[in-house]
């Protein structure tokens, strides 16, 4: 049995460094998504995980850039569901279905309200770019499952654009109103919702 | 002839007022929308008017308070939208119907955009109050129109509370998108989302 050195390797230094790096956002992410951007104090994030407001800038920079790396870890969450759905097997309307849930659950979780919840006008110049490029994407993937559905026939012809708005509009709501101590889980509500979707509310 | 009084009657005086008061609030709703509520300063909305800071004290009071008066303005045109609709004639699917489109036309707008652009964090605990309340008028009424539509059989039986709010998130989000430059009317875009929300998009 070899002694174990009391010094980590780069490889275990870095592995920690995420941990904590992803553990600060966590903790922002709940305040930001409670108090909303301008409310937020770091030191109150600091608190809450019993370190100092230095670290927080060690790990992640100052207020606005905790906010930015926010709301792309959950957009890069929403851009992964969306890669995974154009990869499985079946008709175009069930890989749309099987993203929009995706979609809708991101949406009722922590980092996918903060993208919800965050106006352009908290970001600086930089941080609303990438913000708008990478909600661009999210866009363009969502227009493409549709588009794929109406091309093998399994959606109904309709305006693409106009339909992946309205997807998206009712399913980033739930940010606004969903809450995780009431009676239905994030996933019941979202097959739920993607059902009267698809399904429309006038009878068949 | 009578001579004309360079003196207003009181009921001139208060159209006047009332006229006065309007185009402030239409100047603030502007800017609120346009630029964020943390961003606005009523310099500005003066300015845009050419009148002074104190003018707009005179008639709306601070920031928040016309802020206020901006969204309890939006909120009143959605549940006279909701009161219109109920008398109509017709089975409940048509009311429902017709109360979507004005809803979604009315979110497009100056009002109804600061009302969904405005976050319960911007108002003082009095004036979330108010918001939250009529607020919660205006969900009622989306489910009043829902379960009246249910019962005569005219739309499909659901979970009423989980469409309203789905339907709710479709129409409010063109709020954050719909730009009056573009190709298509806040009525062709309302009427074609209420359209796809009516029939699902799987083929019938």
């Known amino acids: 049995m070899t002694e174990t050195s009391p010094f980590q390797t780069p490889a275990q230094k870095q592995t920690e460094r995420e941990a904590k790096r992803q553990a600060v956002l ?9 108090r909303g951007f301008h409310a937020t104090l770091l030191e109150d994030v600091a608190i809450s995980l019993g370190i100092s407001k230095p670290t927080i800038y060690h790990y992640l920079g100052n207020k606005e850039q ?9 957009l890069e969450q929403l851009i992964q569901a969306a890669d995974a759905a154009r990869q499985e097997p079946g008709r175009g309307i069930d890989r749309l279905r099987s993203y929009l849930r995706r979609y809708a659950e991101i949406n009722m979780d922590d980092f996918g309200r903060c993208v919800i ?3 352009d006008e908290a970001l600086s110049e930089e941080g609303r770019k990438q913000f708008r490029g990478l909600k661009g994407e999210i866009d363009h993937a969502m227009r ?15 305006d693409s654009k106009l339909l992946a708005f309205t997807l998206a509009g009712a399913l980033n709501w739930p940010a606004r109103w969903f809450s995780p101590e ?7 509500v979202a097959q739920q919702m993607v059902d009267l979707l698809t399904v ?5």
């Open 26 to 34: 966590r903790a922002a992410v709940r305040i930001f998504n409670e």
């Open 66 to 74: 905790v906010l930015l790396q926010c709301v792309i870890h959950g």
């Open 117 to 119: 919840r965050t106006g």
């Open 144 to 158: 493409t499952l549709i588009d794929d559905a109406i091309k093998d026939g399994s959606i109904a012809p309709c």
């Open 182 to 188: 009431g009676k239905q889980t994030r996933e019941e």
């Open 200 to 204: 429309g509310f006038a009878p068949r």
